[in-house]
């Protein structure tokens, strides 16, 4: 796969941005890789308050020909990772971002794994709190800017791509 960067304009002067992997280190009791959805494609949820983000990451996760589910908030993110539809066809890992309105990445990482979730939960944030996202039972960081060599790889590294 030929390195590239998706590149986004800010609304403050136009100025170009790219998204960076950061790994946390792996929590001993989560599991590295859980085994994948019925479908032949990783599936995963995407939960990012920007619209331009997450058409970001959606054309991105396309290209790596991963499902995705896109929520706007940690709330609706959290009800979609434990909703009825998630139990018979669940996502492979959710990509959270931290700093939300309604819900925060913090709380619904809390919550998700207060109600049981077990698989994969990746960070993705331009904010390095590694500790504070351990603490919330986050898997692994992804720190914007993010490329799709760093996508690709924390993809990899938790679903069978």
Not at 113 to 141: H, M
């Amino acid at each position: 796969m030929a390195p590239w960067f998706l590149i986004k304009t800010l609304s403050s002067g136009n100025l170009p941005t790219s998204f960076a992997l950061r790994r946390l280190p792996r929590r001993v009791e989560k599991a590295a890789v859980m085994e994948q959805s019925e479908s032949s494609k990783p599936r995963v949820l995407v939960i990012e308050d920007s619209d331009i983000e997450r058409q970001l990451m959606e054309v991105m996760l396309g290209e790596l020909g991963v499902d995705v589910v896109l929520a706007s908030n940690g709330k609706e993110g959290q009800e979609l990772a434990l909703s009825e539809d998630a139990d018979i066809n669940p996502f492979d890992l959710i990509l959270m971002n931290i700093a939300m309105p309604v819900m925060d990445g913090y709380t619904a990482t809390r919550q998700l794994r207060d109600a049981g979730y077990v698989r994969p939960i990746i960070v993705v944030t331009s904010d390095p709190v590694r500790q504070k996202c351990l603490e919330a039972g986050c898997n692994d960081f992804l720190q914007k800017p993010i490329t799709l060599d760093s996508l690709h790889a924390v993809i990899h590294r938790y679903t069978k791509v």
